[in-house]
Nanobody
């Protein structure tokens, strides 16, 4: 049974970089042809797709966040991470990692989710 678990600081200062890790258990992040995704939900807003990293290490980012976002992976730890730079209070929200199954990447259909982690941007 594949499970996802987010981890990282719950409080980030404005202008700093938010860093979160999603650790995957029960399955490999290099398994064809899954994509591993970061999604967030800010206060009063819907779910926002931030970007993903696929089984082959390729990445896609939301155009609105691309300049501030980096998604990387560490295959030895079976995890992938999100870095969001220059954060502001508008980046406050619940951050989720999720798995998008094949065959088509970018459909916005996810079969597994982490429980989510609250991140607050505040001085």
């Amino acid at each position: 049974q594949v499970q996802l678990q987010e981890s990282g600081p719950g409080l980030v200062r404005p202008s700093q970089t938010l860093s979160l890790t999603c650790t995957v258990s029960g399955g490999s992040i290099t398994t064809n042809y899954y994509a591993w995704t970061w999604i967030r939900q800010s206060s009063g807003k819907g779910l926002e797709w931030m970007g993903d990293i696929a089984y082959d290490g390729s990445t896609y980012y939301s155009p609105s966040l691309k300049s501030r976002t980096s998604i990387t992976r560490e295959t030895s730890k079976n995890s992938f991470s999100l870095q969001l730079s220059s954060v502001t209070p508008e980046d406050t929200g619940v951050y989720y990692c999720a798995r998008e199954p094949p065959p088509v990447r970018g459909r916005g259909v996810y079969d597994l989710w982490g429980q989510g982690t609250q991140v607050t941007v505040s001085s």
